[in-house]
């Protein structure tokens, strides 16, 4: 006896094909709708699923078992957000499982009214308008009652209401917002240049930029605003630039919302609930390397405007370095705060707690240290990439930045030009097989250009030294398909 695949298949008809950006579950209600059922709870539990709760994996597994292209499933895979631990993972990215809702449905009456389907930015607590639309994103219909799960018809609400004959104005929307970002990281948007956030997960730039938004988008003060759409974009603003610039931004905020009273009395003060806030978070994630390179932003800012606090390590190596440096570092008319780290870098101090002097010697080695410093737009033309390319291989010890100079963050020319030279000489003349260039690789393997840099200095990458008149790291070529020199027959 021939059995019918609609006897066993959890649909009887999977026309509808997944639309971009759609879950597992928004695709299992367009299913359950075009079945003729509106309570996708009990159709679920007619095929074997919990119907009180739709949870992703479950609904995944089912759909999978369709008779769909490969395409198909694993578009609905790659757009479904997959537990791991504290986690989920979603469309390549990571995010943390407070930062994402399912308890009811969340939508862009615009977006609906363009394609009814659900999207699953739309889970994102985050992401709060459409940058599309410029319409904010929902959770309640024209009456007030929020859209659960269990409603099959995405378009409409329990009452049979279209939702996007609801729809509000819209407005003109930044393409450098949050919201925004987090699609091109889904890959829906075509990605735009992010210097500062091109290394780090997305879960912790979502946190940097909510806090930065209740904090540079509201005036001074020391218990926490409420969050709001508007002062949302005010923390991507900051964001959006180089590190200079997040650093000038900061430093308005302190030169426009403090007054000098306040910043005489220390950084604490200054930053009001920022501050034990920005504490807290990296108490709670001491390994997240986005906040700590906020807090050391936070510092270059408020360094020049105000008084960071009393130090408190007399009679320790410390206190000794600055009593060594401080009497040189006034006659050439270089700050100590800026002197001290570059003294380090060179070998000049001497980690004693008991006095010491600099010698002519020494001294002879800082100015032409001095001499050697160079900004980042030279570090760049000696690289011959942007700053945000290679900005990755500060402070992984492959680069050497020092603040607090005139100039603003300096680089020893030495040391940008002996990394060039330790990647030039990793490079090969010939290599077997299709070569591409470093921008191109980075941007493949979702990595930076500073990733593939250290790979490469790693000896984890087959490079090509093209012959002609490219300068810096241009001139370099990556092995398309292989990952190590290991692989190359």
Request: glycine share 6%.
């Amino acid at each position: 006896m021939n059995v019918s695949p609609s006897m066993y298949l959890p649909f009887s008809n999977w026309s509808l094909k997944p639309k971009l950006g759609e879950p597992a579950r928004g695709y299992f209600l367009r299913l359950v709708a075009n079945e003729g059922h509106y309570s996708a709870s009990v159709y679920g539990n007619e095929v074997g699923i919990n119907g009180r709760c739709l949870l992703a994996e479950e609904t995944l597994d089912t759909l999978l078992k369709l008779p769909i292209s490969d395409e198909h499933k694993a578009a609905v895979r790659f757009y479904s957000p997959q537990a791991d631990g504290a986690y989920y993972d979603l469309g390549g990215q990571r995010l943390r499982k407070r930062q994402m809702t399912f308890s009811t449905r969340r939508f862009c009456r615009a977006c609906l009214a363009d394609s009814p389907h659900h999207r699953v930015w739309w889970d994102i607590c985050a992401f709060r308008a459409c940058p599309e639309h410029g319409t904010p994103i929902e959770d309640t219909d024209a009456a007030g009652q929020p859209v659960g799960w269990w409603w099959a018809d995405v378009a409409c609400d329990t009452n049979g209401n279209p939702l996007a004959e609801w729809a509000p104005s819209q407005a003109d929307q930044h393409d450098r917002t949050l919201e925004a970002f987090i699609l091109e990281r889904l890959g829906v948007k075509p990605a735009t240049e992010w210097p500062i956030l091109q290394q780090y997960s997305l879960y912790e730039i979502i946190e940097v930029s909510e806090f930065l938004g209740r904090w540079l988008g509201n005036e001074h003060r020391t218990d926490p605003p409420s969050e709001t759409r508007s002062n949302q974009s005010a923390g991507m603003a900051a964001l959006a630039g180089t590190r200079e610039d997040l650093v000038v931004t900061l430093r308005s905020w302190f030169v426009e919302h403090v007054s000098p009273a306040l910043r005489k009395k220390g950084k604490t003060v200054g930053m009001g609930w920022a501050h034990i806030a920005i504490v807290n978070y990296l108490h709670t994630y001491p390994s997240s390397t986005l906040w700590k390179e906020l807090r050391e932003a936070i510092n270059e800012a408020f360094e020049p405007i105000g008084r960071r606090g009393k130090r408190k390590f007399r009679e320790t190596a410390d206190f000794y370095t600055e009593r060594a440096l401080s009497k040189f570092a006034d006659s050439i008319d270089v700050r100590l705060d800026a002197l001290i780290p570059l003294a380090r870098h060179v070998g000049v101090v001497r980690n004693l707690a008991k006095p010491w002097e600099l010698s002519t010697t020494d001294e002879g080695i800082l100015k032409a240290a001095i001499a050697d410093l160079v900004p980042t737009a030279e570090v760049s033309c000696i690289l011959a990439v942007e700053s945000w390319a290679w900005q990755s291989l500060v402070g992984t010890g492959r680069l050497a930045v020092f603040a607090h100079f005139s100039l603003g963050r300096m680089y020893l020319r030495t040391d940008v030009e002996r990394l060039l030279g330790n990647v030039l000489s990793m490079a090969s003349q010939t290599a077997q097989g299709t070569t591409v260039s470093l921008r191109t690789y980075a941007r493949r393997h979702a990595l930076s250009i500073g990733d593939v840099v250290a790979m490469i200095l790693e000896d984890c990458l087959v490079i090509v030294r093209e012959n002609n008149t490219r300068p810096g790291l241009r001139a370099i070529r990556v092995l398309a398909h292989n990952r190590t020199k290991a692989s190359v027959v």
